[in-house]
């Protein structure tokens, strides 16, 4: 597309939303109780300074403390659910969702898309073999001044540089003031959560302030299978924080932040959506056995009258645990009055051990069940971080800029390790008691499954070099400029042991990944024999940047136009055979954006941009199952299948955002906002794939003209608040309601040629649209007393639907679908003590 041509779309969808005025999302520009009666000004630190919302030329969404209440936000999937052009890719639970902006998402162990930063310092990494880790864990969403969704490519101020956009979680600093709160939760599905935070001025220059989080609910999938525990998708974790700040000077602060979180759940349950009956070509399945034993499930469960939150676990021991805690220590230097220097300095670790079944599936010989190693976790990962920072402001304060230095070392904690057994059935899968599915084959019997055996370890390095400056042209006309550029290197260590178990023979042992002699024996698990060779490196450098000129005509109006590159670094997966490095991707990103507030008898403020994004080498899933014996030219089988990354080509991603906030009376207020979004390939890259070792026909290549998965075209949220016009004796009440629209979207194509050639009844890789409604009622300073009340109810029409589905068709030969949150209903009881 020429730049005519984008230029055109920018200003047409521009005008277009414009004309429209139609109520969109809702910002979030209060941080006071819904009683307030006219609109406060937000500060944020989009640009690594505090600057009024107003004013800064970037498409945000922010959310303060009481917004995330209301809408009874305690995970990334929660927040997700509300925010115009963020989703996330929840196929592997809500515990280990990651984001999606605009459509650029993040899927296996790529790197992110969203940098997720608490307290300007970047979440811990965590790779292990499936998406985890370098997000917004649990017990995130308490005792925050502000969340900052920034949309877009953020390459030139922030520390990774990441191709979709950034998520800022800023915490509630230490005050002046003795003050704090305690608050308890009760809820439905017999959830129970207790919140409580103390803020100390231990003297005028030094102040404390701990917080602690502890939430605990059953899920709402039933399980019905009778193995295991009885529910799943639960919650159970506990958060704790401690912040420092101390003023050692009157130029010189030291602020310091520890957080530390654990969780422990049973994890997600897919429930069975539809099995293929093979009488149709498509998807079948890696056989026709396993075929059969899907569809079995399928009607067994249809004829025992399953709901549709009634799914059949069939791991006896499901868990998903995760521990993080980090440290945050930034330093900021007033040393003149035009010149701040400050540095930011995180250490964290990240941990994590699962056990789940990858697909779902109920039946004897289950796809894939994965373990922990019997002494090593799947995932443990420290990461240090260093930024260093010179903000400026020069020429009589015409001239505002900033440069800094960012260093990012990230290596395993004590190695890495996963079991997993792969279409067999296992009593102790650590001694091998295993029985492996069994094909014939020309009348002999071939074992189809086996257990796998990965000892894979991460290390990345990340520097960068960046400087931005906002010149002030006129009194009206201003130019932003930035250059960054980053160097990344990654190197992965794999140790991959396949054992072929049988109930006639002995074991027998292989390097899952590279050529062994036949009739290798057990010291392979010792020996390390298989990692010789198996050492993948990937590097690369690219330089970001930032050309912005803004029209602010009086202070409510601000016009602008941007022009910034992303850059998201190449990765390593050694299960991607013979194609296991990927390079990095790179966006061009054209904005244009208008930003106002208004006065009067209607108070309000209406921002809008319209964006258009193109993609070079985007990172995508793809999925290309392993062909057997009994498969017509596969003379070479590989032992798994791919499940990893190629980089698809162009794509182009382009739409609208809109949001405001009305404040119609008194006593009414709307929070509005709307996302359009448009994300397609244009092009596509030659993919990788061997007839002789893979089924191609069965690959989920994404080809020019596919969706992008996690991309809704249409999103629409609107918030209204009423506050009652009661004696100020009484309290403060007030009620509002959210209603959140979303359009289908894709969560993968693992479905599409299967259900074109009618072998399925629906696409489960297609998500159904959703209209989701909440209520919540928030009774403040009751009878003049330091005590809120507050009830809340999620969901409330009880809409079923699902947020992702496993992608096992090609696998199991049926499709399992991830489910989401039916209604949830609770009341808060908050005790405020001190200053508040």
Not at 197 to 215: E, F, K, M, W
Not at 454 to 478: E, I, K, P, V
Request: aromatic residues 12%; hydrophobic residues 35%.
């Amino acid at each position: 597309m020429r730049s005519s041509g984008r230029l055109f779309w920018l200003l047409a969808s521009t005008a277009l939303a414009c004309g429209a005025g139609a109520p969109a999302w809702a910002q979030s520009t209060t941080s006071k109780p819904a009683a307030a009666t006219e609109l406060d000004t937000v500060v944020v630190t989009a640009r690594r300074m505090e600057e009024r919302l107003q004013d800064v030329p970037i498409s945000i969404t922010v959310y303060n403390q009481d917004q995330l209440s209301n809408r009874n936000i305690v995970n990334s999937t929660d927040l997700a659910a509300y925010t115009p052009s963020l989703a996330v890719n929840g196929r592997y639970g809500s515990d280990k969702s990651s984001f999606v902006i605009r459509g650029f998402s993040q899927d296996l162990n790529t790197l992110p898309t969203v940098g997720v930063y608490f307290a300007d310092a970047v979440a811990p990494r965590l790779t292990s073999n499936i998406t985890s880790g370098n997000g917004a864990g649990v017990g995130s969403m308490f005792d925050l001044q502000n969340v900052q969704v920034l949309k877009g490519p953020q390459g030139t101020l922030f520390g990774r540089n990441t191709t979709g956009g950034a998520i800022l979680l800023v915490p509630q600093r230490p005050t002046d003031r003795f003050e704090g709160y305690v608050e308890g939760t009760l809820g439905n599905l017999d959830a129970r959560r207790i919140e409580a935070v103390v803020n100390v001025p231990i003297t005028d220059s030094l102040r404390v302030r701990a917080g602690v989080d502890r939430n605990v609910r059953d899920g709402f999938i039933n399980n019905r299978s009778g193995i295991g525990p009885s529910d799943f998708s639960d919650m159970d974790y506990f958060a704790g924080r401690l912040s420092v700040l101390w003023d050692l000077t009157p130029q010189l602060e030291n602020y310091t932040v520890l957080t530390y979180a654990k969780s422990d759940t049973h994890g997600t349950l897919p429930r069975i959506a539809y099995c293929n009956r093979g009488t149709v070509p498509g998807s079948t399945g890696s056989t026709a056995i396993t075929r059969a034993a899907a569809c079995a499930q399928y009607d067994r469960e249809t004829a025992a009258g399953y709901g549709f939150y009634d799914a059949s676990n069939i791991n006896p021991d499901p868990f998903v645990k995760s521990r993080t805690w980090q440290g945050i220590n930034t330093t900021t230097w007033h040393a003149t009055d035009n010149l701040t220097v400050k540095n930011i300095l995180s250490y964290g670790v990240a941990k994590e051990r699962y056990s789940f079944s990858l697909s779902g599936d109920f039946i004897p010989f289950p796809f894939v069940l994965t373990y922990p190693g019997p002494d090593t976790p799947q995932g443990h990962q420290w990461t240090f971080t260093e930024e260093f920072q010179l903000q400026g402001r020069n020429f009589d304060d015409r001239l505002n800029w900033q440069a800094g230095l960012y260093l990012e070392r990230s290596e395993p904690k004590n190695g890495q390790e996963q079991y997993t057994q792969i279409f067999s059935q296992c009593t102790n899968i650590y001694a091998f008691q295993c029985t492996p599915l069994t094909l014939t084959v020309a009348g002999r019997p071939v074992p189809a499954g086996s257990v796998s055996i990965a000892r894979n370890n991460y290390y990345y390095r990340n520097t960068a070099l960046y400087a931005q400056g906002t010149y002030n042209l006129t009194d009206q006309f201003s130019l932003t400029a930035g250059i960054r550029n980053t160097w990344d290197w990654q190197k992965e260590t794999a140790d991959n042991i396949r054992v072929i178990t049988s109930a006639a023979g002995p074991l027998v042992f292989s390097c899952s990944r590279a050529a062994t002699p036949a009739g290798a024996n057990s010291s392979l698990l010792t020996s390390g024999v298989c990692g010789v060779g198996r050492t993948f490196k990937t590097k690369s450098s690219e330089p970001t940047w930032l050309l912005n000129l803004d029209y602010k005509p009086n202070d409510d109006t601000l016009l602008y136009a941007k022009y910034a590159r992303g850059y998201r670094g190449g990765g390593i997966n050694e299960a991607n055979f013979g194609a296991e490095t990927w390079e990095p991707e790179t966006v061009d990103n054209y904005e244009l954006g208008l930003k106002t507030s208004f006065r009067g008898q209607v108070q309000g403020t209406f921002n809008i941009a319209g964006f258009w994004n193109e993609f070079k080498d985007q990172q995508a899933s793809v999925f290309i199952p392993q062909c057997t014996a009994n498969i017509p030219g596969c003379t070479n089988p590989a032992p798994t299948g791919i499940n990893g990354i190629q980089n698809i080509g162009r794509s182009r991603l382009r739409g609208v955002e809109v949001d405001g906030s009305l404040l119609l009376s008194d006593q009414l207020r709307l929070d509005y906002g709307y996302a359009y979004l448009d994300a397609k390939v244009t092009g596509g890259s030659v993919p990788f794939c061997d007839n002789t070792r893979f089924i191609c026909s069965q690959a989920s290549f994404l080809g020019a003209g596919t969706v992008l998965p996690f991309a809704p075209k249409n999103r629409f949220t609107m918030t209204a608040t009423y506050t009652l016009p009661l004696d100020e004796s009484i309290g403060d009440i007030s009620l509002g309601a959210t209603f959140t629209h979303t359009s289908e979207y894709f969560t993968g194509h693992g479905s599409d040629a299967a259900f074109a050639a009618g072998a399925i009844p629906f696409n489960a890789s297609l998500s159904p649209a959703t209209d989701l409604l909440n209520l919540n009622l928030n009774w403040r300073n009751i009878a003049g007393r330091p005590v809120d009340l507050a009830v809340y109810a999620t969901n409330i029409g009880q809409e079923k639907y699902y947020v992702a589905a496993a992608n096992a068709l090609s696998t199991v030969g049926a499709e399992y679908l991830i489910l989401g949150e039916p209604r949830m209903y609770g009341v808060r009881l908050r005790y405020r003590f001190g200053g508040q």
